[in-house]
């Protein structure tokens, strides 16, 4: 990020070669559609292009640059719930057909997470980060963060071990069948 700043094309090729794909699941993994994900990579390696001397070295370059992904995903979600409010439309699609079955539980289950222990969980969990980069990410004490963590694996945990509800058909008897 040093030579970038400086004016290296070259070192931004590394960065967007060495950082695209984390920063895409990144995006993924907190959208259903993939073509927002892909729209806000873009964007986030757009504002560091706009600003290469505002990166400071106290933090590391992921931290940096997912606290501008987490900035961008803010304002597209500000920008839908806008949009679905006041011209009725939503951003959701609905699960692709070849999603597995666990894939499909588990983001419903995330979802049903408090917003905020569920960034932290995503954030450690599949970001990788660490709890001071977290901390220094979603500007909050370590301890918070390590309690978030906690909170949010046990509900997940707990979202996830309730058995599904069967529905039955009304008016039908019930019967299992064994082959």
Not at 7 to 21: D, N, T
Not at 78 to 102: I, M, W
Not at 118 to 131: A, D, G, P
Request: aromatic letters at 12%; proline letters at 3%; glycine letters at 6%.
């Amino acid at each position: 990020m040093a030579s970038f700043s400086k004016g290296s094309q070259e070192a931004f090729a590394e960065l967007f070669s060495r950082y695209k794909q984390p920063l895409y699941g990144f995006f993924r993994r907190r959208l259903a559609d993939h073509g927002y994900a892909e729209e806000l990579t873009q964007e986030t390696f757009m504002a560091l292009l706009r600003a290469p001397g505002e990166y400071e070295a106290r933090a590391t370059f992921r931290t940096y640059l997912y606290a501008i992904g987490l900035n961008l995903l803010r304002s597209h979600r500000r920008k839908a719930a806008f949009r679905a409010t006041f011209l009725g439309s939503t951003d959701r699609e609905p699960a692709s057909h070849g999603a597995l079955d666990t894939d499909v539980m588990m983001r419903e289950a995330v979802g049903k997470l408090d917003r905020h222990d569920r960034e932290v969980l995503l954030l450690r969990e599949f970001e990788q980060l660490s709890y001071a980069e977290i901390a220094e990410l979603l500007q909050m004490p370590v301890n918070t963060v390590r309690s978030r963590l906690f909170r949010a694996r046990t509900a997940l945990r707990d979202l996830l071990s309730t058995p599904v509800r069967e529905t039955v058909a009304v008016g039908f008897p019930r019967y299992e069948e064994r082959i």
